[in-house]
Structures are given as structure tokens and as C-alpha cells.
């Protein structure tokens, strides 16, 4: 079983908040992490899932159900199902704030972003604190070892092809889990997306996202998206802000500062998730990948989600370009003025440009790291860190865990 680091972060925030939310997209693990949490958890717990009608109608009276497990840890599974929860739970946790009762907890699990949880969850502000768990790391993946059953036998190769929703990396081979990813965006189409009150046409959708996939990690121009599809630039921001409330991508923005210079402006749309991304696009070996114009791309977003992945929410991500060529592909912000300037390369040899040195200068960055597909760690010039991810991966959680922030 490979063990999430997000495991420890979630018991931390119980022990200091009254409710927990766990967000993120279907089949990515919460599920497996909340039950291990309620097994290990004294004095017990109680697990419902609010897309089963048998554990819905337990909460047919919800203030009698809950009372009746005061001091035990409750976990509500898909709770966006039924949002008028949350007004419960607010009631719940200031009674139990009045009679003193600090015990009882209360897990909350939901398929979508942290923005569209909130927006149902007002009411729980001051008493709730959010958790994103994503897709498994390469750190996460590396850790857990390996077996030799498998057909891509590089984790980290694996887990770039196949990406990181368990059933996905765990499959034996490649076509098996290929298959599981196109099943698993079928379904989203046909089922979750409407299930969220999202209304929109499936097969339009559909098709945005595959041209995502092939725009991966380019400038957005909602325009150009909907010339191709006939629609709206409207429509096109819309289609968007689904794939993006649902955490099936990152929208990378730019960085902005008062610095004089003409920076771009347009974000930098990623499919979150690398073996999602080649599904899309119909990639189903390594050579598939390797030949294919997106492998760059590719590669940059399956390192950037890994580096974002380990900061735990304590880093802002951002990328910086201007007109005039200073680029850097991502910028995390650990606090204000305190910022390191990130490139990434495939190559194991990797050269950086005077466009990265440019950017780092510009946003004042206190470290500059190149992150390169090698295996081994070495300086270059002008104060550069080129290093493996796994390594980078590292640097950022240290920074985080050391008080860096």
C-alpha cells in the first residue's frame, strides 16, 4: 500500500479544528485515507457516504444522528450531495463548543475544488480547515518501492505515463490503465460533471478538454478555443472554470508586480493530472509520449504538480514572462519576498538561457533551480541548483516544514 503524506497533515488539522474538508477530484484516494483515519481513531468513529440512499437516510433527522455520536469522529463522504448539511454542522460544533465537548470531529470529504466547497460552506467559516489531496507523488510512489510486476518498471516513469490516480498507477500494464483513464473521463463527462449542476453540452466539453491536452501548459486564448468550437469566449471561460473546479486543472497565473515591465498576462491552463493528460491524447506507451509534440509540456506540468503538491498550500504558484523574453516556468511564493525561480527541463543536460536569470532578477528570487529528467545534482552558472525532482521536491517541503514561510 503506498502511503499518503497527506495522511499526517489531516490528523494534524483534527486535533486543531472542529471539521476538516478533504477536497479533491473522485477516485484520487479520500475515501482510503478517511477510513484509515476512523479505524486508528479513539473513542470511534462513524463513516457515511452521502451518495449511498441507505447512509443518506440515516440523516433523515441529521441533529438527532449527530447528537447521538457526540464525542466521535464523523466522516461525510461526497457531502456536496447535500449541502444543507453544513448549517447542521455549524449548529453541532457551537453546541459542542458550549458544553465544552472538543472531542467530536468531523471529516468532510467532496469531489471539488476548495472555491466551489466553500461557496456551500459558508456557514462552517472560523471552524472548518481544507486539505487538497492529489494526485499520488513521485515522492509518495518512490517510497513506497518496488516490485517488478510492472510493465513500466521506473516509478517515476510510471507515474509521469500512467499518473497518479491509484487504480491507474497500480494497474499491471499500460493498456490496463489506460483503459481505467478513459472510463474514468467517460464517467466525468456523463455523470459527475451534471451531478455538480454543472449544465453543459458532454461532447462539447469533451472536445475542450482533449484541445486543452494539446494546448497543455500554452498561453490561454479563450478566442482561439472558440472559433474551433463554435461557441462564445464566454462559454469557452466557463468550460474552464468546470475542469478547474472539479481539479482537473491547474490554472497557472501569472505573476504580477509593479516592476515597469510588460508582462503577459494571459494564465497557463494544466491538465493536473500527467496520465489524464495522455489519455486525452491517446498516448499509451512511453515512446508514444517521447514522440509526441507535448512532451515537453508534458513533463513540465508533471513536475510542477509534484512541487506544488509538497508545499501543503504554504506556497503560491505562479509562472513569469514579459514581452521582452524573461521567462521562468514556475514561481513559488512562500511569503511576501520570499521567492524562488523554477525551470524545468527533460533533459538530463539541460542549458538555461539568459530569460530565466532575466525573470529570477525581476521577481527577486532568493533561490534559482533548474529541475532536470538526470539523476544527478550539480551547479551551474549564475547561481543556478540543477537537480532531480525528487530533489526539488525536497528543497520545497523543507522550506515549508523549516518555517521558511
Not at 472542529?18 to 477516485?27: I, K
Not at 449527530?66 to 449548529?91: K, M, N, T, W, Y
Not at 534559482?368 to 528543497?395: C, D, Q, S, T, W
Amino acid at each position: 500500500m503506498i502511503r499518503r503524506e497527506t495522511l499526517e497533515l489531516v490528523r494534524s488539522r483534527l486535533t486543531r479544528f472542529d471539521s476538516v474538508a478533504l477536497v479533491g477530484p473522485r477516485q484520487v484516494g479520500k475515501t482510503t485515507l478517511a477510513r484509515k483515519i476512523a479505524d486508528e481513531w479513539t473513542p470511534g468513529a462513524r463513516y457515511l457516504d452521502l451518495e449511498n440512499p441507505m447512509d443518506r437516510r440515516l440523516l433523515d433527522d441529521p441533529v438527532a444522528y449527530l447528537s447521538s455520536h457526540a464525542g466521535q469522529l464523523i466522516v461525510l463522504d461526497e457531502i456536496q450531495r447535500v449541502p444543507e448539511l453544513f448549517q447542521v454542522l455549524r449548529g453541532q460544533i457551537d453546541e459542542r463548543r458550549r458544553m465544552g465537548d472538543r472531542g467530536g470531529k468531523f471529516l468532510i470529504l467532496g469531489s471539488a475544488s476548495m472555491d466551489l466547497l466553500r461557496q456551500t460552506s459558508e456557514s462552517l467559516a472560523g471552524r472548518i480547515s481544507y486539505v487538497e489531496l492529489g494526485s499520488l507523488s513521485a515522492r509518495e510512489v518512490v517510497l513506497a518501492g518496488e516490485d517488478g510486476k510492472f510493465e513500466v518498471s521506473s516509478p517515476l516513469d510510471r507515474l509521469w505515463l500512467q499518473g497518479g490516480f491509484p487504480l491507474s498507477y497500480l494497474c499491471d500494464n499500460a493498456s490496463d490503465s489506460l483503459q481505467w483513464r478513459l472510463d474514468f473521463i467517460q464517467t466525468y463527462l456523463e455523470r459527475d460533471v451534471p451531478q455538480f449542476g454543472l449544465q453543459v453540452a458532454t461532447e462539447q466539453l469533451a472536445r475542450f478538454w482533449r484541445m486543452l491536452a494539446n494546448d497543455q501548459g500554452e498561453l490561454f486564448n479563450a478566442e482561439r478555443f472558440a472559433r474551433s468550437l463554435g461557441v462564445s469566449g464566454h462559454t469557452i471561460k466557463r468550460y474552464l472554470d468546470i475542469l478547474d473546479k472539479l481539479l482537473l486543472v491547474r490554472i497557472l497565473e501569472p505573476w504580477y508586480t509593479n516592476t515597469g515591465k510588460r508582462l503577459v498576462k494571459s494564465p497557463r491552463p494544466f491538465i493536473r493530472d500527467s496520465g489524464i493528460l495522455h489519455a486525452l491524447l491517446n498516448l499509451r506507451t512511453m515512446d508514444d509520449v517521447r514522440s509526441h509534440s507535448v512532451v515537453g509540456k508534458s513533463w513540465e506540468g508533471f513536475v510542477i504538480e509534484n512541487l506544488i503538491s509538497v508545499s501543503n498550500g504554504r506556497a503560491r504558484a505562479y509562472f513569469y514572462r514579459t514581452s521582452a523574453g524573461a521567462e521562468a516556468d514556475l514561481i513559488l511564493e512562500f511569503a511576501p519576498g520570499k521567492c524562488w525561480a523554477i525551470e524545468v527541463k527533460l533533459s538530463s543536460a539541460p542549458t538555461v538561457d539568459r530569460g530565466f536569470h532575466n525573470a529570477a532578477d525581476d521577481v527577486g528570487a532568493e533561490r534559482r533551480i533548474l529541475v532536470h529528467k538526470g539523476k544527478e545534482r550539480f551547479p551551474m552558472r549564475g547561481g543556478i541548483e540543477a537537480m532531480p525532482l525528487l530533489e526539488a521536491m525536497n528543497e520545497v517541503s523543507a522550506a515549508v516544514q523549516g518555517g521558511y514561510t
